[in-house]
């Protein structure tokens, strides 16, 4: 199982006083170090946490996969083609929200989306797209032609109970094979954290987990490189 690290937080924390510190490169460069797969990285169209510069600066020092986070807005995409990542994950935005809230739904953004896939393909970046673990989001997904979908994890991870801890684990885990079944590599990623992380890594078929917020508020207490190798481990263990 591969592991990308989410580094918006670190650029939260940095906007927080509007300054240059912490510094999302400096993350990036300690990911790439520790063994991560990727760094990840969400360009809201507020800017609230990364910057339009962040990307190009992280593009240019590392050599591992950035993953690029974003809307199917039409400014978004524009940049996106321009920086060209090596993969684009196709998220919902609100506004309002304090974090993605849910997965598209490719049947309400049809539109937007098939024009987004279509200019990334054409500059060559690999498109995935954050879906809930939903077998008909999964099946138009596969329709409109995605590299990959990154299943929202975010469901599972916020279960007070047992019993829907259970329900929504096996509703991701049906989705990642039906996944595998139809040629859809699968992801997944939202809300996961040193603990939560262990069911779902050992999940067949699954390929690559994205996680940020745990890491970044663990990286407090013991360091940004040592949380994120303690990740690295559970995750690859
Ligand atoms: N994957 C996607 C598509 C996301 O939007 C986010 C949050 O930005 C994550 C993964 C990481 O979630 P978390 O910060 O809760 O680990």
């Known amino acids: 199982m591969k592991l990308g690290v989410n580094v918006d937080h ?36 507020d800017r609230r946490h990364i910057q339009d510069g962040d990307l190009f600066r992280v593009k240019e020092v590392i050599r591992i996969k950035l993953n690029l986070e974003m809307s199917a807005a039409p400014s978004i995409v524009k940049t996106a083609a321009r920086l060209c990542p090596d993969q684009a994950t196709l998220v919902p935005e609100r506004r309002q929200e304090k974090t993605t809230e849910g997965g598209i739904n490719l049947f309400r953004n049809e539109r937007a989306v098939r024009n987004c896939l279509e200019r990334c393909r054409k500059k060559g970046i690999e498109v995935s797209f954050f879906i809930d673990p939903d077998p008909r989001q999964l099946e138009k997904a596969k329709k409109m032609g995605a590299d990959a979908v990154e299943f929202h994890t ?84």
């Not at 650029?11 to 990840?40: N, T, Y």
């Not at 019993?163 to 989705?175: I, M, S, W």
């Open 10 to 45: 670190v650029a939260g924390l940095r906007q927080a006083r509007g300054g240059m510190d912490p510094d999302p490169v400096m993350a990036a460069r300690i990911c790439q170090k520790a063994g991560v797969h990727a760094v990840v990285m969400h360009l809201r169209e």
């Open 154 to 237: 975010g469901y599972y991870a916020d279960q007070q109970t047992p019993q829907g801890v259970e329900k929504e684990f096996l509703r991701l885990e049906r989705a990642v094979k039906l996944a595998c079944q139809m040629g859809v590599v699968p992801y997944a990623g939202h809300g996961l954290d040193y603990q939560n992380v262990k069911r779902v890594r050992d999940i067949r078929g699954l390929q690559e987990l994205n996680i940020g917020y745990s890491i970044v508020t663990r990286a407090l207490w013991v360091g940004f490189e040592n949380a994120v190798r303690e990740m690295l481990g559970l995750v690859s263990g």
